[in-house]
């Protein structure tokens, strides 16, 4: 079991940053593909980013350029930098996790996660 809490959101304007993270517990040394996806109202979840144990890492192309996935395995936390922050990127922001084999590019997909967190809420005004 995994379990996931994200922080980190806020308001912030256009052209501004944040930094979310996400607090995973410990878990096996299983490898595991991480991801943050987010969700506006009325629309979809979407991929954002996904990043493999072995750092490789996927991007949604609407944030390529601006956001930035990484994470310290010492501390198993996972990060998000958003930079260029535009209103259509105001959604609800979630951490998930799932198994996945070391020399995959980890899946943008919802339903390839297994777990997930409970979503941090990021607002960008114009």
């Known amino acids: 079991q995994v379990q996931l809490v994200e922080s980190g959101g806020g308001s912030v304007q256009s052209g501004g940053s944040l930094r979310l993270s996400c607090a995973a517990s410990r878990y096996t040394d299983r490898p595991y593909c991480m991801g943050w996806f987010r969700q506006a109202p009325g629309k979809e979840r979407e991929g954002v980013a996904g990043i493999s144990n072995l750092v490789r890492t996927s991007y949604a192309d609407s944030v390529k350029g601006r956001f930035t996935i990484s994470q310290d395995n010492a501390n198993y936390t996972l990060y998000l930098q958003m930079n260029s922050l535009k209103p259509e990127d105001t959604a609800v922001y979630y951490c998930?996790?799932?198994?996945?084999?070391?020399?995959?590019?980890?899946?943008?997909?919802?339903?390839?996660?297994?777990?997930w967190g409970q979503g941090t809420q990021v607002t960008v005004s114009s």
């Open positions: 998930a996790a799932y198994a996945c084999s070391w020399w995959v590019t980890p899946s943008l997909r919802r339903y390839d996660y297994t777990y």
